[in-house]
C-alpha cells in the first residue's frame, strides 16, 4: 500500500475519497462559523439574509459588531495578558527544567520526569479544581493566622495564570528539551576552551541553538492558553477571558457576533502558527 | 629549553578503571607530537585533561613550566580543535574566529582585523561573512584551526579533526595540517587512532595502550625499532610467530616455533634459553624468490605455495602458505620479476635475522 | 560535584519544585483530604469516607460514572479508526508538497478554539441548522429536524476535538516505517491485509498508544462537548464536578468527584502502558 505498489483502481478511488471526506469533515465546522460571520440577521443559521461586515465594524443595536463590543474586547484583553504571562513564566520554567534533566543526574531524576509529565494525563478540571481548593485552604488558613484576606488566592486571573501555567509548561519543557538533545556538548566546550565563561558560553551559544524551539513553545503556550477552556472555568472570577465570556454569550443563545469573534480567532491563530511555521524553517 | 608542555605522572580513574596511568612526556617548543592509539586507549582522557575537561587523579601538567591543574579550561593558555569541530553553527565564519577575541573583550576594529589576518593566513580571504554549512569539509578544517590560532595558544590540542573527512581529503590535509603547524610556529598536540597521520605529520609519536605510553619515538623508531609487542603489532603490519627459545648470543637468538620452525631473529629485550617469545617480520623484509639458491644470503628460509595474490596497486601482497601450514603475508616486488605469479606456484622465501625482532611472549 | 556546579543544581531544581510542589501535588493531596471529610455542622468537619460512599451509591453518580468512561473509550476507539487510514494516506501515499499541506490541514483546527469547534457544529446540527435545511431541501424530511442535544451529536463533537491528537502522533510514527521494509512484506508474498497486520500496525503501535492515552484523557476530561451538544440526560462527569464545585459549593462531594475521575484516568492510561509494555516517558516524552 505504497505508491510503488501497483493497487487496483477502484481502491486508490475509494481511499482518495475517504481521505477528502475526512477533510471536509475537518473543515465543514470552521468553514460555518466563518460564514455565518457575515450574515445580516440576528442568528448564525438559515436563511442566508444577506452579506454584512456588521458583525465586525457595526456599531448601532441590534448589529453591535466585536470592534464596537465592550465586553468581547476586554475579554480580549484579558486573554492577552493572562496568555502573555502563561507564555513567559512556563518557557523560563520549561528551560530551566530543559537544562535540568539534559546536564545533571541526580537520584530520583526518573521519577521526577515522570512528575514533570503528570499534567499532560491529569483532566483540566480536575488540575482546576485542585488549585481552588488549595489556594482557598491557604488563604482560609492565612485569615485564620493573621485575619489578612489575601484577595490574589481566590479565583482570579492569577489562579487563572497559575491553572493554566501548571500544565503548559510540560508543554514547554518537552519541546525545549527536544531541541537541547540535539545540542552537540562539545559546542560549549569549545566556547570555555576559546575563554568564554560557563555562562558566557551557555549565553553566547547554547542559548541562541534553543532560540527556535524557546520562541516556538512561547507561541505554542500563548495559544494554548488564550484557548484553554477547561482549567480556567473552574479558577475564573470576575475577569472573564475570552473563551468564557463567550461561553457565558453561547449558552444565552447566539447571534453571529460570536460568528465574527470566532473568525478573528481563527485568524489571529493562523497566523501566529504560520509566522512560527516560517521561523523555524528559516 | 622548557618544554611547551608537560605531564608528569598524570593517572586518571574513573571509579574502577583506569583510563589513564602514570603517564609522563613533554613536548619541545614548536614540535608536532601526536599521540597514537586504538579507540579507547585514553588518548581523549589525555586531550581532555590537558584543555582542562577533566581533572587528573593524580600527577602535574604544566605548560610553559607552569602548572594549570588549578586553572580553569576558559583560562588555560592551550586551545582545541575538537573531533567534530565544534564550529558554531548560529554563526557566520568571522563570528566563529572572533569568537575567542570577543572573550577578551578586545575592540571590534581590532578583532575584525585579526580576523582577516587569519583567514589570508589559512588561505581562505574573504569568506567571513559565509555560514559555517556553506564551508567544505577541508575549509572547516582550516577555520576550526584559525579560530584556535588567533588566540595565539602555547598548546594547540588537535583531537582526530581529520576522522571526519573522506579518504581524499584526508591525504590532502596530512599535508596541509603539518603545513600550517610550520606557518604558525606553534606546539601542535594531535591525537588519533590511524598512524598514517601520525607517522607522516608528527617529530615524535606516543603510542598509547590501556592507559599507559608504550613508546615514544619518531616514526622511523616506532617502525623499524619498536619497543614492545604492541608497537610491533600496532604500526605497519607483521607476520608472527610464537615459541620457545633454543639459544641466545647477544642480540642475536634462535626460536622454535610452535609448529616447529627454527627460526633467527634479533631480541628487543634480553631473553634466555627456554623463554616464551614472539617473532614480528614484516611483509616487506620477506623476499620472494623462485629458487632456494637466490635466497642464500638470508638466515630465515622457507619453502611454499602461493594461496592467494591481494593485488592492491604498490602495496599489493602475496599469501604464502609454508610447509608446516602457516601462512605468511609478503610484499609482492613490482619490479616485472613475479608478474606471472598465480595461485598453486610454488615458491621459496627469506628474511635476514635482523629483520625479524623478537620479544619476551605472555607467560 | 563541584561547587558551582552545585549551585547551577539547586537554582535549576528550584522552579521544576517549587512548580510540582505548590500547583500539582501539594493541590491534588489537598483536594484529597478534603474528599476524605464530611461536613459535621457549620465550620466542624470529620475524616470520613461518606463522600465516596454517596458517590458509590447514588445511582446517577455511578451511572454518569461509567457512562463518561465508556463513552470515552468509545470516541478514542472511533478516531482510531478513522485516524489511521488518514495519517497512513499522508505519511505513505502522499509525497512532498501534497504530503506538507495535508498534514498542515490536520494541524489548523487545533489551532482553533474548543470553543469554536463546538460552535460551528451547533451551528451545523441544530434544529435550524445547516443539515437540517438540507434535508428538508433534498426531500429527506418535511420538517426541521434536531440533530443536537444527544449522544451522536456529542461522539461527533468529541472524535473531531481530539482527531488531531490521534493524526499527528500516527503520522510521526509511519513516517519513520521505510518504504522498503513495505516492499519486502510484498516481495516475500505479503498480501495488503497481512503487511498491515504484521508490519505496519506493529510498527505503528507506539504512536497508536500515545495517541489513544492523549484522545482518551481529553474525551474523559472534556466538558465544553457534552455540555454544548449532549442531551440533558446524557450527563459527563465533569458536569457533574462543576455542578458540586460551582453550583452547589459541595466542594467535599465535588473532590470526591474530582479524585474519582483521576483515579479512572490512571487506571486506565496505566492499563493501557501495561498492556502495549510501555512507559510514560516513552510515551510522552
Known sequence: MIPTIPQSRSFRLIYGSYVLLFFLYLALPLTVVAVFAFNDSQFPSLPWEGFTWNWFFGDERPQIGVFHERGILRAVGTSAFVAMCVALLSVCVGTTNAFLFNRYEFRGKGLLYVLMLLPLVIPGIVLGISILVFSSTLANGIWDLAQMDIQALRPGLLLVILGQFSF???????????RLQKFDRTLEEAALNLGATRLTAVR???IPFLMPAMIGAVVVAFLMSFENFNTTLMLVGSDAPLTIAMFDRLKEGSTPLLNAVSLLLMLGSSLLALVVILFQRR | MTPDLECADLVKRFGETTAVDNVSFSVPPGSFFSILGPSGCGKTTIMRMIAGFLDPTSGDIRIKGKSVLDTPPNKRPVNMVFQHLALFPMMTIAENIGYGLRRQKMPKDQIARKVDEALERIGLPGIGGRKVDELSGGQKQRVAIARCMVLEPDVLLLDEPLGALDLKLREHMKVELKALQAAFDTTFVYITHDQSEALVMSDQIAVMNAGRFEQVGTGQDLYYRPDTPF??????????????IDRVEGEALQMRTDSGLAMRATAASPLAAGDTAEIFVRPESIRLAASAEALSGFDNQLQGKVTSILFNGAASRVLVQDDAGETLEVTLPQSGEFATLKRGDAVHIGWGAA????????A | MRAHTRIGFILLLTPLVLWLGLLIIIPHIDMFLISIRERISFGVYETSLAQYEKALTEPLYLRTFWRTAVMS????AITLVIAFPVSYYIAKMAKGRLQQVLFMLCLIPFYVSELVRTFGWMILLRETGLVSNLLQWAGLADQPVEMLYNDAAMMVGLVYTSMLFMVVPLVTTLESLDDSVIEAGYDLGGSGL?????IIIPHAMPGIVSGCIVVFMLSLGNYL???MLGGKDSLWFTEMIYNQFIVRSNWELGAAFGFMLLVLSSVI????????GRTLQETMG
Open chain 1, 168 to 178: 503548559i509548561t510540560t508543554i514547554a519543557t518537552l519541546v525545549i528539551t527536544a
Open chain 1, 204 to 206: 553566547t551559544i547554547t
Open chain 2, 231 to 244: 608497537v610491533a603489532g600496532f604500526i605497519g603490519e607483521s607476520n608472527r610467530w610464537k615459541g620457545r
Open chain 2, 355 to 362: 629483520q625479524a625482532t623478537c620479544f619476551k611472549g605472555a
Open chain 3, 73 to 76: 473509550v468509545l470516541a478514542t
Open chain 3, 194 to 198: 497481512s503487511v498491515l497486520r504484521e
Open chain 3, 225 to 227: 462537548t457534552p455540555t
Open chain 3, 269 to 276: 492510561v496505566w492499563g493501557m502502558l501495561r498492556l502495549t
